[in-house]
């Protein structure tokens, strides 16, 4: 029994030396400013045991930050004779998103241990990465690949949540690759954003064209300043909650979350109650879903809004006679029933009563409608108003 344990104490031993041979390996090669190919397959050796190899919290996450490091490695180690392909190999949404993950692991771990041995490195290594990544990410959508292009603009955002403009990018591009649940995530992830309550956008014109143009953040834009391509900076608040939360109920109706979008209408009706084109798009969604009572009490309050919308008399009118076709075919079912005949016709005459005012409101607004005129002229003939259907 005693044999065994010393064996098994002896193992672990081992496999401590082992592990720290190997991080002691990854920091000479890392420290390199010009690492040799021999070098990197060493650092990829390295890196394959650790991950077997690597026990303590400290060990994880320094086996992960030279695995995040290792495009930076490859990079140096191409050096001058570096092509686009080599960055765009060495740059993929993969590679940046283990970047990212791995980097602000150690961040975090080290602002916890209250120690900073690869802070500045990081910092560093951020300052020289994001142009290159932003770069691939434009590049990426120029190309169409909206998919890799989000994710990569995700992973921009990662590295600095001040720059929500990435993370919009990114919502905006999963809608152009219609991965409508990764869109809904990444808008509903932008909402609820410090950057959109209290981010600015950052403004500069271009001496080139005399064209003002945004950038994604105030370092960005003093770059331009600096090399003295820009002019006149100007900062602006941020906004549009309202317009993110309608985009998001548009993209559950897409995936058929109807209660979801209803929501996301409540919401942003709450946010900007007085945006009518708003409030007329929630109105038309209930319409879509077949929801008339909902629909006909929503546009009755946009027209106390606006009352001049001759569009929203001349619906709300319309869909006063839904019913209508409806109830033709029963009046023609009960033509030898005098009784429920005259009982169906007096309700059918309610009908184009109620919606009579909302066609004549709708041709007083624009007489040129002809949607309008044929309706009224039916409405007209129907409840017996000779002389004024003969005016059309």
Do not use: C
Request: proline residues 3%; aromatic residues 10%.
């Amino acid at each position: 029994m005693k044999k065994v344990t010393l064996l098994a104490a002896l193992l672990i031993s081992l496999a401590t030396f082992a592990q720290k041979d190997e991080l002691k390996t990854l920091k000479k090669i890392y420290a390199k400013d010009s690492p040799s190919t021999s070098d990197i397959e060493d650092y990829k050796t390295a890196l394959k045991s650790l991950e077997t190899l690597a026990s303590s919290e400290e060990d994880k996450v320094y086996a992960k930050f030279y695995q995040g490091m290792l495009p930076m490695a490859e990079l140096n180690n191409i050096g001058s004779k570096i092509t686009p392909k080599d960055v765009q190999r060495l740059m993929s949404p993969e590679n940046i998103e283990t970047f990212v993950n791995t980097m602000n692991e150690t961040l975090d771990y080290e602002k916890k241990e209250g120690k900073k041995i690869y802070t500045d490195d990081i910092n560093e290594a951020y300052s020289f990465l994001i142009p290159q990544i932003e770069q691939a990410a434009f590049q990426l959508n120029e190309a169409k690949q909206y998919k890799m292009a989000s994710a990569t603009f995700y992973n921009l955002y990662k590295l600095d949540k001040k720059s929500g403009s990435n993370l919009l990018n990114a919502a905006i591009l999963s809608v152009q690759a219609e991965d409508y649940p990764s869109a809904i995530k990444l808008y509903e992830e932008y909402r609820d954003s410090d950057y959109l309550k209290n981010g600015m956008i950052y403004y500069a014109i271009n001496k080139l064209n005399d064209e003002e143009e945004s950038f994604t953040s105030i370092r960005a834009r003093k770059t331009k300043l600096d090399l003295k391509t820009h002019e006149k900076p100007r900062d602006e608040k941020v906004s549009g909650r309202s317009d993110i939360l309608k985009l998001i109920a548009n993209l559950k109706v897409k995936i058929s979350d109807i209660e979801g979008a209803k929501k996301a209408y409540k919401e942003a009706v709450n946010e900007n109650p007085n945006d009518l084109n708003l409030l007329i798009e929630q109105a038309n969604f209930y319409y879509t879903q077949n929801d008339v009572a909902t629909y006909k009490s929503l546009v009755k309050e946009i027209i106390k809004k606006d009352p001049t919308n001759a569009s929203l008399h001349f619906n709300i009118g319309y869909l006063g006679l839904s019913e209508d076709t409806s109830l033709v075919e029963e009046i023609n079912n009960n033509l030898d029933k005098p009784k429920k005949y005259e009982e169906l016709m007096a309700k059918r005459k309610s009908l184009y009563e109620a919606a009579l005012p909302h066609f004549e409101e709708s041709y007083k607004l624009d007489p040129t409608s002809e949607n309008t005129k044929i309706l009224l002229k039916s409405t007209y003939e129907i409840l017996g108003m000779k002389d004024k259907a003969a005016k059309f």
